[in-house]
């Protein structure tokens, strides 16, 4: 069995490559940080681009991609006829619920309910303080309206569903999906996915793979179930109802596209098409009448519009250019954008790489003259030419964070265990902003903004990760010690 996809030039298949350095321009000069950029069309390969250090074998955090997977083993599991997808969940976890007066709202909700997040929660209900058993939440928290009417994004509701798949196989979420199809598609065997506090896979946010294992697996949702050989690997019927507007999403969300419908755990999108979505960009989205996939990772957290940004610059800049016929080769033209996509990297911070300051500054031990979540008790500011180090002592001892001026240094962040990527620059002659990028399974970003007066330093943290780093926020001042 066919297991990798062909390339090809965009050309060959109806794509201006111009087009496709477009919309990767828009968004870098918009400083939206990408991670990487495929598209697929005509079953070829026809353009790839990584955001170093990011490659093309590097696991990426997919967050909510991983919703799709769930559903998708949902459909396995009801093809089996191990479950309807009309059946009550309740039924299926009594020991959630053993000596509880059950909800009759929780009492009602299906399996096929949940799949279309039109669940009896308007929220996602581990979440809440203090819960560790985030499947038993599903069944303890107070319901807020009656099941199969509300839509409402509910996390806890997916994950329930994966923990179902994970009882009623026997399996992982991914084991089982990999004895379906995942191997058969060529699936990276050490992709996997995270656990919540009792040993379940975080069937809401917690897949780690590499986006070409998003385009294979959206490649065979594209076509109704079946691999490039035409195998039939998932069930077609329910496939077809999965990537269709099963619910109305219209003045529930703020972003255009998404205001288009959700089916079973897919969104339905503008121009006929529909998505795998994960928060902070992470995309893969089928175009049916161009017969395309385009996938993204990113980091747009913290970036309000940053999705949409996404969407729009593609819509934009390549979809009015796609052509049903091959278009004339120009080979220099085509070379030129290939070796654009080759060499990108993550984007770093903007501004000056020196500043009248440094020859004040650079060196000395600043003590810490307020209390701070951190608990940094004194930093200093060393500069060699390209290269700075921010050198702080806190509860756990002394810490380094190294970056770079125009260009990223990558290590793994103070005592946390976590790899990322920094960069710094002077934005006015007095502050100085560090910019740190995560970049393995947690994915978002820490600055550090630091002013500088006279003999002072003000620290600002702002944390823009979902949940770590939790004691790297508010603001602290430090003098130089004399």
Same mark, same amino acid.
């Given at each position: 069995m066919m297991t990798d996809f062909l390339t090809a030039t965009p050309e060959s298949v109806?794509?201006? /490559?111009?087009?496709?350095? !477009?919309?990767?321009?828009?968004?870098? #000069?918009?400083?939206?940080? $990408?991670?990487?950029? +495929? *598209?697929?069309?005509?079953?070829?390969?026809?353009?790839?681009?990584?955001?170093?250090?990011?490659?093309?074998?590097?696991?990426?955090?997919?967050?909510?991609?991983?919703? /799709?997977?769930?559903?998708? !083993?949902?459909?396995?599991?009801?093809? #089996?006829?191990?479950?309807? $997808?009309?059946?009550? +969940? *309740?039924?299926?976890?009594?020991?959630?619920?053993?000596?509880?007066?059950?909800?009759p709202y929780l009492a009602l909700l299906t399996i096929r309910q949940m799949l279309e997040?039109?669940?009896?929660?308007?929220?996602?209900?581990?979440?809440?303080?203090?819960?560790?058993?985030?499947?038993?939440?599903?069944?303890?928290?107070?319901?807020?309206?009656?099941?199969?009417?509300?839509?409402?994004?509910?996390?806890?509701?997916?994950?329930?569903?994966?923990?179902?798949?994970?009882?009623?196989?026997?399996?992982t979420l991914l084991d089982y999906l990999r004895d379906h199809f995942l191997n058969l598609i060529g699936f990276s065997e050490d992709a996997y996915c995270l656990k919540d506090p009792q040993g379940v896979s975080m069937g809401g946010s917690g897949l780690m793979c590499t986006p070409m294992d998003i385009c294979r697996v959206m490649y065979v949702v594209s076509h109704d179930g079946c691999w490039i050989d035409g195998t039939q690997v998932l069930p077609e019927e329910y496939i077809r109802q999965a990537i269709v507007k099963q619910a109305d999403t219209y003045a529930k969300t703020r972003v255009y596209d998404e205001m288009q419908g959700y089916g079973y755990q897919f969104?339905?999108?503008?121009?006929?098409?529909?998505?795998?979505?994960?928060?902070?960009?992470?995309?893969?989205?089928?175009?049916?009448?161009?017969?395309?996939?385009?996938v993204t990772t990113a980091d747009t957290q913290g970036r309000d519009g940053g999705v949409e940004m996404i969407y729009q610059s593609f819509w934009k800049n390549v979809y009015p250019y796609l052509s049903d016929e091959p278009l004339e080769a120009n080979t220099a033209v085509i070379a030129s954008c290939l070796d654009y996509a080759e060499s990108r990297t993550l984007a770093t911070i903007p501004g000056y790489?020196?500043?009248?300051?440094?020859?004040?500054?650079?060196?000395?031990?600043?003590?810490?003259?307020?209390?701070?979540y951190a608990q940094i008790k004194e930093f200093s500011f060393t500069f060699d030419g390209n290269f700075g180090m921010f050198r702080y002592l806190n509860a756990t001892g002394y810490h380094i964070v190294r970056f770079g001026f125009g260009r990223n240094y990558i290590q793994e962040f103070a005592d946390t265990g976590h790899k990322c990527a920094a960069s710094a620059a002077f934005r006015a002659p007095e502050t100085l902003v560090i910019k740190l990028q995560f970049v393995d399974e947690s994915v978002g970003h820490l600055y550090i903004i630091v002013n500088f007066i006279e003999n002072h330093a003000t620290i600002m943290f702002n944390k823009i990760e979902e949940s770590l780093f939790n004691e790297y926020r508010g603001t602290f001042s430090g003098t130089i010690k004399k």
């Open positions: 109806g794509i201006p /490559s111009e087009s496709l350095v !477009a919309f990767l321009q828009e968004l870098e #000069e918009a400083e939206l940080p $990408l991670h990487s950029f +495929i *598209v697929l069309r005509h079953n070829r390969i026809a353009f790839e681009s990584y955001y170093a250090p990011y490659e093309r074998n590097t696991f990426h955090r997919m967050f909510s991609v991983t919703k /799709s997977f769930v559903s998708i !083993a949902i459909g396995c599991l009801a093809y #089996e006829g191990r479950i309807s $997808l009309d059946d009550r +969940i *309740v039924d299926y976890f009594p020991e959630k619920t053993e000596g509880l007066t059950i909800h997040m039109r669940t009896c929660y308007d929220s996602t209900t581990y979440k809440a303080k203090g819960v560790t058993d985030w499947v038993g939440s599903f069944f303890t928290t107070k319901p807020t309206h009656a099941p199969g009417t509300n839509w409402s994004y509910d996390t806890s509701s997916t994950h329930t569903l994966c923990a179902l798949v994970e009882k009623l196989s026997g399996q969104w339905t999108l503008t121009h006929g098409a529909y998505a795998m979505y994960g928060m902070g960009g992470q995309l893969a989205v089928a175009i049916p009448d161009k017969d395309l996939i385009f790489d020196s500043s009248p300051v440094v020859d004040v500054i650079n060196e000395k031990t600043f003590v810490s003259d307020t209390s701070n």
